[in-house]
């Protein structure tokens, strides 16, 4: 049976500065130990012609994001949204959020298993 | 009640997360044990934002490695064997020995020694000035960080400013008052490390998104650099022509405001043909006083007098000339040519054309102009610059022509520019560039012991702190006066701060009394005598004062038997000196933030307060309404009350008194010979996100992040070298040589390596040889002490010269 998938986690990746703040967020958030945890910064240095080239960040919820179904029943954002220092995150319904990715581009929308 | 959970307003500064502080956070509380800790959505700072090392709290916090009683050295320095005594025991003695040394060689032989600013400057000052001794030291060589670069901005224009993201505002960059800026120049400045001094480093991301395009200067293709609309790639340590270059452009096609030129800088004041030097009403007349200037009254065609005590000029009605050459008589009847400052300027500027600014920088000269005029014509435009700037010898002439572009362009002190920034409420605690503070010296001739006052003019006018190279030479000459101690608080000079680190341990072992008070064992408590268990800024009451807002710090825990630093140093204080007034710290607390208003209770009850409008300390124009001099009148805290393109005071130091480029003493260029051996320009210190320089390498989930000392490398260098990812490799010049690992990027030239700095491996053991493994990686090793600039500030921390090897026979680590 498939299941129903609600919430996602929608990344504005042109601004995420990758300093890893969601990272840690999360590992205090569960008490993760140093290794794993709910989301994973990704570094990709894109090589472009002409000897130019583009640094990005990608915050990468992995197989233990719960979405932070514990704060989000409180009306909290998940631990990774709030504390992002470049506000690049966004949680809520992925209707809403595939609304958002019309805004601009480079966006890229989770729908972790949760 | 157990189990009930508290949550403590406050905010950040120092010991924990590292930084220079100022965020607002929410510390949730546990049977008085920290469990978590969140940015503070109601905080207009950080607006519930917090970055890894903050949230890393706990990790530090409650870590089983964390120094709880203090420590007496039983065997040799460097040994590893230390006794457990309590803080009487250890203020008794630390208070024995030090009156010792003072009885016998006189206050002054004890240097007392801080890290960078933090919550630490006001009371590493306090103790050494309750002390006697003058000699406090930000242990950097050339003391190249936020001093110099301070003493810079106000050589130029009196008082210092940072970019504006509307911080002064309490609604932000909602507020009606505020511009976003057009235009940003990020000068050699990383985000991801986040914040800066005393800024919050992402508030560029939020103006981005508002608008904001980005010129980056930069060799390495920060994150800025691949996003910004402009990027210049230049060679280290030429940012002095490439500002250089910048100015060449807009003046010479005519993109500056004049009206601002004319009005507010010193661009018509007279310079002496004979001498080169400003035409002061003393030479004009007898009896004038040296301290007033003179311009060309263009309908008179006479010479007049420009008051600088009264910012005026002697005739109401005075048009002066800004550019051209003229004849003045002297009071000694001769005749001498004289031209304005502004021409000199001019010909100062256009002796950087951009063929020759190019040549220096390696920045085509094309891009060089699109970039400065991209700056000039948006309105408003901000510059921001990170401590590449202050890391190199020609600090002082660099910042004068970066200062000079914010000025000419009219973006000083306007909504989106480059912002007058002061102590929020004139809440000054302690002597820094440009304010004196609650926290002094007993005397004038206690400080003319100061190490450096009687060489280097900004010692003696903006920065009261001793000189370090300086006083590392005197540590082994003894002269003019014996060092016999050290108190070294939120500093490791083994580690992050001691450029030749090696010397430093030599200088220590030197010493008949060192004292470190710190969090963990690290290099630099290995050589003490006594080793004092620091607190965090989750556990003491206190006040932040940098720039806005004016904040308290509020005691949410206690680890039992660590101590504030500032409780650490009162007690002592208490014990050096009989005159030493204060009941406690509160009452402390109350004398400085007394320009507030409040008392430390009622700012307590606020937690951070900003500034009204028409505060000396609040923001836009001042200097048109008068709000920068104590006389109230419109313009500047400058010897001549205008903006100094030709400053008087260097003029008076005897350096050069207009901004040009100085080529660092070990780069390619300078070093023709040394360069055929190394090949490769040495960078560093790029910021990683989770450690403030040395610290954090013991905290488990920051650690992870960034695992290992990493070397920069470009594929093709590493491919020449047949160098791959993730390889260790020697990292070599003719001062020593230290193991990084490869990291093979396209984030650094080819010609250039970047290496992380402040590395040293708490899980390796702590006595000597080994000092966690300090001289495994430690890139300081590869850096001169010795250096420093013309006026004794900057150093050369960005642009060296190394070769780079594999190492043989390393045992690869797993993820290798």
């Known amino acids: ?114 | 009640m157990k189990g009930e959970r508290r949550i403590v307003r406050t905010t950040t500064w120092s010991a924990g997360p590292g930084c220079h502080g100022g965020c607002g956070v929410l510390a949730h509380i546990e049977d008085g044990k920290l469990v978590k800790i969140e940015g503070d959505p109601e905080h207009p700072w950080n607006q519930g934002r917090l970055c890894s090392r903050c949230l890393a709290m706990t990790q530090y916090v409650n870590h089983p490695d964390r120094l709880t009683r203090p420590l007496k050295r039983v065997g040799e320095r460097g040994e590893g064997k230390w006794q457990e005594i309590s803080w009487d025991e250890a203020f008794d003695l630390i208070e024995t020995r030090m009156k010792q040394i003072r009885e016998e060689f006189g206050p002054e032989s004890v240097i007392f020694s801080m890290g960078t600013g933090r919550d630490i400057g006001p009371w590493i000052c306090m103790l050494a000035y309750a002390y006697g001794s003058p000699n406090v030291m930000f242990a950097l060589s050339g003391l190249a960080c936020y001093s110099p670069r301070m003493s810079a901005v106000d050589t130029v224009q009196g008082d210092y400013c940072v970019f504006d993201a509307a911080q002064w505002l309490p609604e932000r960059y909602d507020s009606p008052r505020y511009e976003v800026p057009k235009c940003m120049v990020i000068w050699g400045y990383n985000i991801p490390a986040s914040c800066p001094d005393n800024l919050f480093g992402h508030w560029i991301i939020d103006l981005m998104k508002r608008g904001t395009e980005i010129i980056a200067i930069d060799p390495r293709l920060s994150w800025f650099a691949s996003r910004a609309k402009k990027w210049l790639q230049l060679r280290p340590g030429t940012d002095g022509a490439l500002a250089m270059g910048f100015l060449n452009v807009i003046i010479n096609e005519g993109l500056y405001d004049k009206g601002f030129v004319e009005q507010w800088t010193n661009a018509t004041h007279l310079l002496r043909g004979d001498t080169g030097k400003l035409l002061r009403e003393s030479d004009l007349i007898e009896n004038g006083s040296p301290g007033n200037f003179v311009v060309w009254d263009t309908a008179k065609q006479a010479p007049v007098v420009w008051d600088s005590g009264n910012v005026e000029y002697r005739s109401s009605d005075t048009g002066p000339a800004l550019e051209g050459e003229y004849e003045v008589r002297l009071a000694n009847g001769d005749k001498i040519p004289v031209q304005t400052v502004w021409s000199a300027f001019r010909q100062q500027v256009n002796q950087y054309p951009l063929e020759r600014v190019s040549q220096i920088t390696w920045v085509p000269k094309e891009d060089i102009a699109e970039a400065a005029r991209f700056y000039a014509n948006s309105k408003p435009a901000a510059i921001h610059w990170g401590v590449p700037i202050d890391m190199t010898p020609a600090i002082t002439p660099t910042v004068q022509a970066i200062v000079s572009l914010w000025c000419i362009t009219g973006n000083l002190d306007v909504p989106g520019g480059n912002v007058i920034s002061r102590f929020a409420f004139d809440v000054v605690a302690y002597a820094l560039p440009g304010s004196k503070g609650v926290i002094k010296l007993a005397s004038k001739e206690a400080d003319q012991k100061r190490i450096g006052i009687d060489r280097y003019g900004p010692l003696n006018k903006f920065i009261w702190r001793a000189q370090t190279d300086l006083v590392l030479e005197q540590i082994f000459t003894g002269k003019p006066y014996p060092i016999r101690g050290m108190w070294i608080q939120a500093a490791s000079p083994v580690v992050g701060l001691g450029l030749d680190p090696k010397k430093w341990v030599e200088a220590l072992k030197k010493l008949d009394f060192v004292v470190v008070a710190d969090l963990f064992m690290n290099p630099t408590t290995q050589l003490a005598d006594v080793v004092l268990p620091s607190a965090t800024f989750l556990e003491k009451d206190g006040i932040r004062s940098w720039w806005v807002p004016l904040q308290s710090i509020n005691k949410a825990i206690s680890v039992p038997e660590c101590k504030p630093d500032v409780e650490i140093n009162f007690e002592l204080a208490k014990r050096f000196d009989p005159d030493f007034h204060w009941k406690d710290i509160y009452e402390l607390y109350d004398e400085i933030i007394k320009p507030s208003g409040m008392t430390f209770r009622e700012l307590q009850s606020k937690g951070w307060a900003i500034p009204l409008e028409g505060h000396p300390s609040a923001p836009y124009h001042r200097f048109q309404k008068g709000l920068l001099r104590p006389d109230k009148k419109p313009g500047f805290q400058t010897p001549s009350g205008k903006v100094e393109l030709y400053s008087t005071l260097r003029e008076e130091w005897g350096l050069e008194p207009m901004p040009h480029h100085e080529e660092p003493p070990f780069t390619p260029v300078s070093q023709p010979e040394l360069y055929k051996k190394y090949p490769l320009i040495l960078s560093t210190g790029r910021r990683s996100p989770v450690f403030f320089h040395a610290e954090h390498r013991n905290i488990p989930w920051l650690r992870e992040i960034d695992p290992d000392p990493v070397l920069e490398i470009h594929p093709d260098t590493a491919r020449s070298l047949n160098i791959g990812n993730g390889e260790w490799v020697w990292v070599e010049n003719w001062l020593g040589r230290c193991q990084l690992k490869a990291k093979v990027t396209l984030e650094v030239p080819k010609w250039m390596v970047m290496a992380a700095h402040g590395w040293w491996f708490p899980e390796k053991p702590g006595e000597e040889p080994s000092l966690f493994g300090v001289w495994e990686s430690n890139i300081n090793q590869l850096i001169p002490m010795g250096c420093q600039g013309k006026d004794g500030l900057g150093a050369p921390i960005k642009h060296l010269l190394c070769r780079v090897y594999k190492v043989n026979g390393r045992e690869e680590t797993e993820d290798a």
């Open chain 1, 1 to 114: 049976m498939p299941e129903k998938c609600e919430y996602g986690l929608l990344i504005d990746y042109e601004y995420c500065t990758g300093c890893y703040a969601c990272q840690v967020a999360c590992a205090q958030e569960y008490g993760w130990p140093a290794g794993t945890g709910g989301i994973r910064v990704i570094e990709v240095v894109q090589k472009l012609p002409h000897d130019k080239a583009y640094l990005t960040y990608l915050p990468f919820p992995t197989e233990q994001c719960i979405l932070c179904a514990p704060r989000t029943r409180k009306g909290l954002e998940p631990a990774c949204v709030q504390h992002c220092l470049a506000s690049c995150m966004k949680y809520g319904p992925i209707d809403e959020l595939v609304k958002e990715m019309h805004r601009k581009p480079r966006m890229v929308l989770w729908v972790p298993r949760a």
